[in-house]
């Protein structure tokens, strides 16, 4: 288990990597998500490869849809 902050809250993960953490633990589908780590824009071809350490900090922003056209 490893701390990690998510969207500002501190918590625990058994992930491994970012795309384990998404697809597996959120339960996210990965086109419809932009994942800010330690403070850069991580591309998505990046996600399974960047293993999760103590402290990382993530933001996981999702699209959302809605209004007028």
């Keep these: ?9 501190k918590v625990s993960s058994k992930s491994q990597s970012i795309w384990d953490l998404i697809t597996l633990d959120k339960k996210l589908i990965p086109s419809q998500v932009v994942i800010e780590y330690n403070e850069n ?29």
């Design 1 to 9: 288990m490893i701390n990690i902050t998510i969207n500002g809250s």
């Design 41 to 69: 824009i991580l591309n998505r071809d990046l996600w399974k490869s960047i293993i999760l350490k103590e402290g990382d900090k993530l933001e996981i922003l999702s699209f959302v849809g809605g209004g007028k056209i």
